[in-house]
């Protein structure tokens, strides 16, 4: 089972790299590029700006991701740590002697708690 999905893990990424190497052949024309405020303009291959700015948000993206992920941890971890309080409060308590049970009471139709009467 793992050496089927390492093959196809594999044929899946030698796609990848054989649809960027002729995306990257297919578009090997210089682009300008102005940075305005700069004194300079460079002219990097198209692929490469465009590949470039697929990677830029990749890792923008990865990086938010990342993030809300690790927020979500610290959450868990807060929780996870009142729960545990909570639990060992409940464990040091004394257990109740009796436990109060509804019962209808003498003077009309309300129900009250046997510690009322």
Known sequence: MRSAFRI???LF??????IVAV????NRAP????LSPLPFAPEPPLFV???GAMALGLIIGAGLS???RQKLKWQARTQRKRADA???AAEDRPAPTQIPQAETANSGR??????DL
Request: proline share 0%.
């Open 13 to 18: 990424l030698a796609i990848v790299i054989g």
């Open 49 to 51: 700006v465009i590949l």
């Open 66 to 68: 990342s993030f809300a």
């Open 8 to 10: 196809i893990t594999r």
């Open 31 to 34: 682009t300008k590029i102005d």
């Open 110 to 115: 309300r129900l009250v708690l046997n510690e």
């Open 86 to 88: 909570l639990e060992k």
């Open 23 to 26: 995306f990257a052949v297919a």
